[in-house]
């Protein structure tokens, strides 16, 4: 089966979901919208090879620093049960008072846990989430983790949060760790070091056909010992090109016109929890 493993959604009108004022100017000035249409979704899939793709939540942070973008987990999680062609992408940080119980209500349901350290302001090399990675591990669940884009589109992050190496503490308990963007633009070298040398490490090739990182892309593409360890993600709603409209399938092409072969899609089969789908 074949899977794009990163998609972004949200609603207003989903209990919970919440975008700032801050936030909703920083996605207007990147020409992104926060509400995602389902109905322009489900349509990029349906014209295009992948038979699903994970619709993904996105947690807060837990300090008192004030929130800016929030996706709960029952919104991407109701999506998949409606439509199937959604797998759901649940985000859990593992600051929450609540982490192991969030992730016991849904790690039935979901196919991944997403995480973006940076703007969700958690360090995951810091000790006290090992008994979190260890049930993590138990779930089967991979987790989906923003490592590379400092300055990425969610407002109020903190650098040097999503460096790969800082994922270390979660990989040696055993989960299996997909890196979205594969490190890049600047811990790309990092990311490479880390694929060649841990068997539960993957990356994922999402927004990685944009003009930021294209370079990356085309030095991956050369890189034909690793082809097994990377995954396909589009980042959908960002397009890979300007005036694309069916985002999905151009992402795809692109990597396909590059030498990347079909596995990138079908990898998910192995990484995923399969009994999920």
């Known amino acids: 089966m074949k899977t794009d493993i990163h998609a972004h959604v949200g609603n207003y009108n989903a ?3 919440f975008v700032s004022s801050l936030q909703g100017d920083r996605f ?5 919208s926060p509400l995602i249409d389902v109905p322009n979704l489900l349509k990029d899939v349906r014209n295009s090879d992948m038979d699903k793709v994970v619709a993904l939540a996105f947690d807060k942070p837990y300090d008192d620093k004030g929130v800016h973008y929030y996706v709960p987990n029952q919104y991407v999680v109701d999506l998949s049960k409606k439509h199937e062609e959604i797998l759901a992408g649940i985000s859990i940080n593992p600051e929450r008072p609540d982490a192991i119980d969030e992730l016991e ?7 991944l846990v997403k995480w973006s350290p940076g703007v969700m302001r958690f360090n995951p090399a810091d000790k006290k ?3 979190f990675y260890q049930k993590l591990a138990e779930s089967g669940l991979p987790v989906l983790t923003h490592s590379g884009g400092e300055s990425n589109i969610v407002y109020g992050g903190v650098k040097g949060l999503i460096r790969p190496h800082n994922l270390r503490s979660a990989l040696d308990q055993g989960v299996k760790v997909i890196a979205a963007h594969c490190g890049a633009p600047e811990y790309f070298e990092e990311f490479l070091e880390m694929v060649i040398g841990r068997d539960n490490f993957y990356g994922d090739l999402s927004a990685m056909a944009r003009k930021r990182r294209r370079g990356f892309l085309e030095k991956l593409a050369k890189m034909e010992e690793i082809h097994g360890k990377l995954l396909q993600g589009s980042d959908y709603p960002l397009p890979p090109e300007n005036g694309v409209e069916l985002i999905i399938q151009r992402d795809y092409e692109i990597k396909r016109e590059m030498g990347f072969p079909e596995s990138i899609a079908t990898k998910f089969d192995d990484v995923g929890k399969n009994e999920s789908r």
């Not at 207007?28 to 992104?32: I, T």
């Not at 209500?105 to 196919?111: F, L, S």
Request: hydrophobic share 30%; net charge positive; aromatic share 12%.
């Open 15 to 17: 209990k919970g979901f």
């Open 129 to 131: 989430h090992a008994k």
């Open 105 to 111: 209500k849904y790690k039935n349901d979901a196919v």
């Open 28 to 32: 207007n000035g990147k020409g992104v």
